[in-house]
């Protein structure tokens, strides 16, 4: 491992500082950012991350139809199952992973390029509680076509070090028809996003050390000053703290997030789990 780097500033945003709305007794939902009724001047956006909310939503509830243009919005799966649907594809319970929308589980991403605009509803047809994240960035352009992509991220391999979710379009901002077809990331394996912006995700046991490479190694625009975002879903097990880059004073428990500022591509984030159980930690690097 390597040593920590001291240029690298980190401010803690501690889970009881979020917003937080229930709404009719089937959603709960924290906000890290600035959302719907919850508004705090300081927390609108850090680089392109726009919103990052934490939900539960009861058994046999969800989001009815609603639409959404101009941000990239993707759901990413901690427990339970959620269900898609949208004015673009096809109707159905279940499908392929891809472009066709399926009842999503543990370690699956959903991924919208809402665009010119697009309508679609994700509810929970199960019989237990679903607690996902939903994640919304801001496109490098907007006007872009209405895009789907749902891919599957194994646990097996979050355990063994960092994996790439997302990374950007390889074509960048002037790409073209074709190219946004072909939709191929920067990253192998990572789904792609019109934004200059890297996700990451990990599940670290008690005592683990991990490092994530800012800018997810290679792809990134902005190759100085990143803005990059950690945060540490809340599960019902409890007991999860992750130290950031070997300071005492940077330890996050669950439902906890760190805005770290001052990072350069290539730099290496440092994670210690130092709590009684697995510790999964999203990181969300950006512009």
């Known amino acids: 491992m390597s040593k920590p780097l001291p240029h690298i500033k980190i401010a803690l945003r501690r889970s009881a500082d979020r917003g937080y709305a229930e709404h009719g007794g089937w959603l709960k939902s924290h906000h890290t950012f600035s959302f719907a009724s919850y508004f705090d001047h300081r927390f609108t956006q850090f680089g392109s991350l726009r919103v990052l909310n934490e939900d539960r939503v009861a058994a046999r509830n969800g989001f009815p139809t609603h639409p959404h243009r101009d941000a990239e919005i993707f759901s990413y799966i901690l427990s339970g199952e959620l269900t898609h649907r949208d004015s673009m594809i096809k109707r159905g319970a279940e499908g392929p992973q891809g472009n066709e929308f399926y009842r999503m589980k543990r370690g699956d991403v959903q991924f919208t390029t809402g665009g010119t605009g697009i309508a679609h509803s994700e509810v ?37 070090g960092f994996v790439t979710i997302l990374s950007p379009l390889r074509a960048g901002v002037a790409a073209s028809a074709a190219q946004e077809e072909e939709a191929e990331p920067v990253l192998e394996g990572s789904i792609p996003i019109h934004a200059d912006f890297v996700m990451g995700a990990g599940i670290l046991a008690p005592e683990k050390l991990f490092e994530w490479r800012i800018g997810g190694g290679e792809g990134v625009v902005q190759t100085r000053k990143r803005n990059v975002y950690v945060h540490l879903p809340a599960s019902k097990k409890g007991g999860a703290k992750v130290e950031l880059n070997g300071r005492e004073d940077t330890v996050l428990e669950e439902g906890d997030g760190a805005f770290v500022t001052g990072a350069s591509v290539g730099d290496l984030l440092r994670f210690k789990s130092i709590g009684n159980n697995e510790a999964e930690v999203v990181v969300l690097d950006s512009d």
């Open 124 to 160: 929970n047809e199960s019989n237990k509680e679903v607690h996902f994240l939903q994640i919304w960035a801001l496109p490098w352009k907007r006007g872009l076509v209405p895009r789907y992509h749902t891919k599957s991220f194994a646990d097996e391999e979050k355990k063994k």
